[in-house]
């Protein structure tokens, strides 16, 4: 039995990145790896900045408030306004540039009229008030993404605030799916009995496309052994990876494992965890080959714990592994399992933890009611107000 860091680090010592690089538009880049860093050529703002609605004043004409000034001139968002006269101010909006000579912003709610030209203000103000300096959230010069980042949303609209409209990117990942089972039928097709429709192909072919793999459906693959070594050879000739479901067991009707001897070399590991155990590793003509567990709430633990970090570094992904929470348990768990368990898990609003009361690795359920996982370890019973390890979901998924 391995450990799953023993599993998670033998598996990440084989993750060779891929090599290519290229230009995407910033519109397309999303889930891509940033293949070298952003660095701005701008300041962001640009200049200073109103972050206020009001008046841009010279903030020693305002030492005995009331005071009441002439407005001398109009700048909205976008315009740049003459220096500031003398015993004037200016009325400004929120993200316009600060007239030459003014020192500070007053709002608009400090603010009484005073008719047609003119304006009182009725609070003394400071010097660099309700100013956004030039610069002073983004430098010229500044990097604002590292290679190797993640472009989900917030790392896509910085790139676009400094100007990009292409960014380098690594080549997508090409990755092979496919479902071992004679019993699997497709949602959309009657179920005859002892049959069962296949949910791994459309969730794990979903959790990829988070990844921002290219998806090779490869479908369903019967329970015979040629047909099985057929569809890994036609992987191998146009995928970077190979991902499977069912069929590494050591049942008689689990041909994944000669198949994959058949074409290239194997490794059947026993991860200690529950849900999971078996876990394939291997090559076949060359492509990395992860075999995951056939029952879906295995398939969907090993894929985020083994597959997503393996995925990750082969596209060239900085790796962030995700930090367990430290929270309560509003439940008890009188007998824990002996092997590490990853139990699902939910958020109550008074922030502790409850249970999804059916654990077995069959039930998706479980998975889609869930806000994370608990990193339960081996044989260690949870009695309520416990402090556990909560791995939430949001930060595996993407
Ligand atoms: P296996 O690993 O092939 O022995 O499968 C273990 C269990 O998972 C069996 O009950 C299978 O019917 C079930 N299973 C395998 N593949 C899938 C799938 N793609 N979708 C849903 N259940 C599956
Ligand atoms: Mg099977």
């Known amino acids: 039995m391995l450990t ?72 909205p968002a976008g315009q740049i306004g003459a220096a500031l006269a ?21 709002m608009q709610e400090a603010t009484s009229a005073a008719g047609e030209g003119a304006i009182t203000l009725t609070e003394p103000a400071r010097a660099g008030q ?18 190797g980042e993640r472009l989900l949303a917030p790392q896509l609209g910085l790139a676009a605030s ?53 998806v090779q459906d490869l479908g369903i693959v019967p329970d015979r052994l040629e047909a099985t070594r057929a569809a890994f050879v036609g992987a191998s000739a146009r995928a970077d990876l190979i991902i499977t479901s069912g069929g590494v067991s050591v049942g008689e009707e689990d041909h994944v494992k000669p198949a994959v001897q058949g074409e290239g070399a194997l490794d059947l590991w026993q991860v200690a965890m529950k849900p999971g155990k078996p876990l394939a590793f291997g090559h076949v003509r060359a492509v990395p080959f992860i075999g995951l567990p056939g029952n879906p709430v295995s398939s969907f633990v090993t894929f985020l714990l083994f597959a997503r970090p393996f995925i990750l570094a082969r596209q060239g992904a900085v790796l962030r592994e995700a930090q367990p929470l430290p929270l309560r348990a509003a439940f008890d768990l009188p007998r824990a399992d002996k092997r590490r368990e990853f139990l699902r898990a939910r958020l109550t609003p008074a922030g502790e933890l409850e249970l999804f009361a ?31 390890r909560f791995l939430p979901l949001s930060s595996l998924l993407w």
Do not use: H, K
């Open 4 to 75: 799953v860091e023993e599993a998670r680090a033998r598996l990440l010592s084989q993750a060779v990145p891929l090599r290519g690089v290229e230009q995407v538009p910033i519109g397309r880049a999303l889930g891509r790896v940033l293949a070298e860093p952003v660095v701005s050529s701008i300041a962001v703002p640009p200049l200073d900045a109103s972050q206020m609605d009001g008046y841009a004043v010279r903030a020693a004409e305002l030492a005995s408030t009331p005071v009441t000034l002439p407005v001398s001139q109009r700048i």
């Open 86 to 106: 003398p015993g004037t101010v200016a009325r400004i909006f929120t993200g316009a540039p600060v007239p030459p000579g003014a020192d500070a912003i007053v």
């Open 130 to 147: 309700w100013i956004r300096r030039a610069g002073s959230d983004i430098a010229v010069g500044q990097t604002v993404l590292a290679a």
């Open 162 to 214: 400094v100007g990009c409209a292409q960014l380098p990117v690594r080549a997508r990942l090409r990755v092979a799916l496919f479902s071992t089972g004679d019993e699997l039928v497709m949602p959309g097709e009657p179920l005859p009995p002892g049959r069962i429709y296949n949910s791994n192909r459309t969730m794990l072919a979903a959790l990829l496309t988070m990844l921002g793999c290219e």
């Open 358 to 388: 059916n654990q077995v690795s069959s039930a998706l359920v479980s998975v889609a009611w869930a806000d994370g996982l608990i990193d339960n370890p081996a044989g260690q019973a949870i009695a309520r107000g416990d402090v556990v």
